[in-house]
């Protein structure tokens, strides 16, 4: 059976509307170029929220709701219809208008996952700079931080090849090597 997502948009005009692509057939998304590299860009609420959720703001305002510091945020919202992991070929196959970003060569590909008692509370695709606090640039790989107890968070981090092919931070686990990294603080910075 397929699983149907809702991609929830929002656009300010006067007041803010949120919009529901769950029905939309059409991949209207322009021609991928083939000579530029794309990552997944937006954030899945995680299992909280599914098909009887109802949520009508911004990322800003989820974040200033759940007091969530330092944790990324990017649009459009993704809700699964049973509040599981999205499925990606189908948000790929439907829905590349809304879940694109075009990599810059300063950027990588990332898969920000937050966690709360061990289980996903959130997780947010992005094109990005991820660097340690040291300065170093962080090509490739994944590495986890315990926060205040009963949080954790872990950086995936990749380089999509250019074309038009899914982007490489789709999967559950970008690469193979795993890193866990204690006491080692990463700073992702985000350029819109």
């Known amino acids: 059976m397929e699983r149907f997502y809702y991609i ?3 656009i300010i005009v ?12 059409e991949n209207d998304y322009p021609a991928l170029n083939p000579n530029w590299p794309y990552c997944f860009e937006f954030t899945w609420f995680g299992p909280d929220y599914d098909n009887v959720s109802t949520y009508n703001n911004t990322c800003a305002d989820y974040l200033d ?4 510091k330092g944790v990324p945020c990017a649009a459009p919202i993704v ?3 049973d509040g599981t992991l999205p499925n990606m070929q189908y948000l790929w196959d439907k829905h ?13 590909c990332v898969k920000y996952t937050y966690y709360f008692n061990n289980h996903i509370a959130n997780i947010t ?9 040291n ?3 962080i090509d490739s790989g994944c590495y986890k931080q315990k926060l205040i107890p009963g949080y954790e968070s872990e950086v995936c981090v990749c380089k999509s090849t250019t074309g038009i092919y899914p982007p490489c931070n789709k999967s ?3 690469v193979n090597n795993y890193f866990n990294i204690i006491g080692v603080f990463f700073l992702v910075k985000y350029f819109i």
């Open 14 to 25: 006067n007041n803010i509307v949120s919009s529901d692509c769950a029905n939309n057939t």
């Open 65 to 68: 709701e759940t007091r969530a």
């Open 79 to 81: 809700i699964s219809y």
């Open 135 to 137: 300065g170093g640039f």
């Open 125 to 133: 695709y992005k094109c990005a700079k991820v660097q340690q606090s």
């Open 8 to 10: 929830v948009l929002i």
């Open 96 to 108: 590349k208008a809304s879940i694109l970003c075009k990599r810059s060569i300063n950027q990588r």
């Open 172 to 174: 559950s686990m970008i």
